[in-house]
């Protein structure tokens, strides 16, 4: 099983030797890691467009590693995937930001949270009872959560998926359509999932101002999006340029690292503060 492991991860994120060791001895210390308060929920603004004000902050989990450093969700999120530790993970990233949320609720600041779900934890029933004895107790209104889901193959087809999606979104949690435009069957997730709010991959946005294939892309991912009433979201903007050019294409929100980096906890309520003044 081990060797099977390493042959998927190989072929997953074609790296070398040194990763993969690292990598696997990683997961083993996740647990560990959790109880040490070494995984960390960064949040990163959403900006509405129409308002120019923060409307929401997405959830990045980072693992503040006492001899690596910060690792970067990219590092370990693959591999909590195929190890079975992102149900474990996810979870606990979701009672940092059921408990942040209140926070920032308490200190007088309207925003919506996004939570990051890999598409894996949809058929998962143990995933789903364990959210919703977190939701249960959750400390802020339900309809302040986001659950963002990527496109994947295994979604479209899986019954389950779809179902889970449903008993969240009844829950009063949005659903966001992240990374769109990358996978697949992209035209049969809009008609079946429960869907609030499309994401537009970084890859299409990040230089639709000098590109006009992109900005086409973008021009009618838009329109699709407001056809089937979704708030449009696109990220990955770096440059004012883009941000100029989302806004006269009537996208709803931004993110990006022009508008802001992810911030941590600390760091949000002094950028919100800074946003309200006159
Ligand atoms: P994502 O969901 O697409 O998140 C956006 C990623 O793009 C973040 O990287 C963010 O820091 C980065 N980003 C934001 N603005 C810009 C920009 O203007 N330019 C560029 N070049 N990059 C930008 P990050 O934090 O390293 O996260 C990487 C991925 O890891 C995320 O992609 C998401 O798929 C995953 N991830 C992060 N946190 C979680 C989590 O709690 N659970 C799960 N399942 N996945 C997570
Ligand atoms: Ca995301
Ligand atoms: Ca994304
Ligand atoms: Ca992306």
Not at 5 to 25: K, P, T
Not at 128 to 149: C, K, M, N, R, W
Not at 201 to 220: G, K, M, N, T, Y
Request: hydrophobic share 45%; glycine share 4%.
């Amino acid at each position: 099983a081990q060797a099977e492991a390493e042959g998927v991860f190989w072929r997953a994120a074609s790296i070398n030797r040194d990763q993969l060791e690292r990598s696997v001895s990683l997961m083993g210390e996740l647990d560990a890691a959790i109880a040490a308060g070494q995984i960390e929920v960064h949040y990163q603004p959403k900006l509405a467009l129409s308002s120019n004000r923060i409307a929401s902050v997405e959830a990045l989990v980072r693992w503040r590693h006492p001899q690596r450093g910060m690792v970067p969700p990219d590092a370990f999120i693959p591999l909590a995937e195929q190890s079975d530790r992102i149900g474990t993970l996810t979870l606990h990233v979701l009672g940092i930001v059921l408990r942040d949320a209140a926070r920032w609720r308490d200190a007088g600041h309207r925003l919506t949270a996004a939570v990051n779900i890999s598409a894996k934890l949809l058929t998962s029933p143990a995933f789903t009872s364990a959210a919703d004895a977190l939701l249960d107790d959750a400390p802020v209104a339900l309809d302040a959560l986001i659950f963002e889901v990527t496109e994947s193959a295994a979604m479209a087809d899986a019954d389950a998926a779809v179902a889970t999606l449903h008993h969240f979104r009844a829950r009063g949690i949005a659903i966001s359509m992240d990374d769109y435009g990358t996978g697949q069957s992209t035209l049969s997730y809009l008609q079946r999932l429960p869907l609030s709010e499309l994401k537009i991959d970084r890859r299409f946005v990040q230089f639709a101002h000098e590109r006009d294939a992109d900005a086409a892309l973008v021009r009618s991912t838009i329109e699709l999006a407001h056809a089937l009433r979704l708030t449009v979201v696109a990220e990955g903007i770096e440059e004012a340029e883009t941000l100029a050019l989302l806004t006269t294409l009537r996208c709803d929100y931004a993110q990006g690292y022009f508008i802001s980096r992810p911030l941590a906890y600390d760091q949000l309520i002094v950028r919100l503060a800074d946003a309200d003044e006159p």
